[in-house]
């Protein structure tokens, strides 16, 4: 099913987007990429481009689309997050292309707590095709926006990236940890995170904001730095024997990119419980999850304990990943269906 596709989206070689991207050029499609952190990021505007979608990068990012569309004619203009495309825009697309297919698939929370940002892809909701959304409750939410059609996408693992790695020299002795997470700062993290120091447990943090929480001076002698990504991110990972995952409360999570990467690289991950997680992987066998601080305390102890079972999870997750379609490639074969199905 190789198509043309206009691609919308962040371009930066370590977002989730661009490797969505790349896997749908590997994929055979004819890929017309537009990279809107240019557009939207830098300089004085920045704050009004991300926040309000309004400015004068919002508007030349709009006229090089309509540029692209004259040009190339493409079978599918898909926007990758948050949109900035404006309705007139989108109203020369539909009657330029009329046959054009236009999707939005969002990894963020366009209709939760922070959908004042998303003022312009709430306000052209209708003039969408499809959106793909990570939330069931997004579904409901959006169509009370317009939207015509609204399906669920969960994430997705890269595999020529994420995979195991075995830690050799330098790189042993640098990443090797008994327990780690990767992830932005947010409260709900921050507890459960000290909550695990006062009770003796050392745990490796890397990622960002972190010392804008209440409880910095007693994370800060664990903390290894801000977000890595690429090799970095990987080699980090691998060094984890016990992988904790926290969800975004913030953004209503139930599952995230982490969610395939941990297992995808062979790690054993102890995750915040969620229904789509214990979807994803079954609890105790192939994943282990948690739901209180106190049941993440004993959890922990217990797989530092039980480096053997900890081992059998790892494996069982990873082949998981493998078995289930969670890869890129995967999740986007399943998005191009469902847009021509």
């Known amino acids: 099913m190789e198509k043309s596709i206009l691609y919308i989206g962040s371009l930066n070689e370590y977002s989730n987007s661009y490797g969505r991207y790349k896997t749908l050029k590997s994929m055979g499609n004819k890929m017309i990429p537009i990279d809107t952190d240019p557009y939207i990021f830098g300089g004085l505007f920045e704050k009004f481009h991300h926040h309000l979608n309004v400015g004068p990068g919002i508007l030349a990012l709009n006229k090089k689309i309509l540029k692209a569309i004259e040009e190339t004619a493409p079978e599918i203009i898909w926007v990758d997050n948050k949109p900035f495309l404006r309705s007139v825009t989108l109203k020369k697309i539909r009657k330029a292309v009329p046959s054009v297919k236009i999707i939005n698939l969002i990894t963020d929370d366009p209709t939760g707590k922070y959908k004042n940002a998303w003022r312009l892809g709430l306000h052209t909701a209708p003039f969408y095709d499809i959106h793909f959304v990570q939330r069931n409750i997004n579904i409901a939410e959006l169509k009370k926006y317009g939207a015509n059609r609204v399906e669920i996408c969960y994430r997705s693992y890269d595999p020529g990236l994420h995979r195991p790695l075995t830690l050799t020299g330098p790189d042993l002795q640098q990443y090797k940890t008994p327990i780690g997470f990767i992830g932005t700062y947010e409260s709900a993290r921050e507890e459960s995170i000290v909550h695990l120091l006062k009770n003796n447990i050392r745990v490796s943090i890397t990622g960002n904001d972190w010392e804008k929480g209440r409880h910095w001076k007693m994370i800060q002698p ?77 959890k922990v102890k217990y797989y530092l304990e039980h480096p053997a079972e900890r081992k059998l999870i790892a494996e069982a997750g990873r082949a998981r990943c493998l078995a289930s379609g969670y890869s890129h490639e995967a999740r986007l074969k399943e998005v191009l269906e469902k847009i021509f199905g």
């Not at 995952?245 to 995230?256: C, M, P, V």
């Open 222 to 298: 664990y903390y290894q730095g801000p977000s890595v990504y690429g090799e970095a991110y990987v080699k980090t990972i691998n060094g984890f024997d016990i992988a904790l995952h926290f969800l975004r409360h913030a953004n209503r999570d139930e599952q995230d990119s982490r969610t395939f990467e941990l297992p995808a690289c062979g790690a054993f991950m102890l995750a915040e419980k969620s229904g789509v997680h214990q979807w994803l992987f079954e609890e105790g066998k192939e994943a282990v999850f948690f739901e209180s601080k106190k049941e993440l305390l004993e």
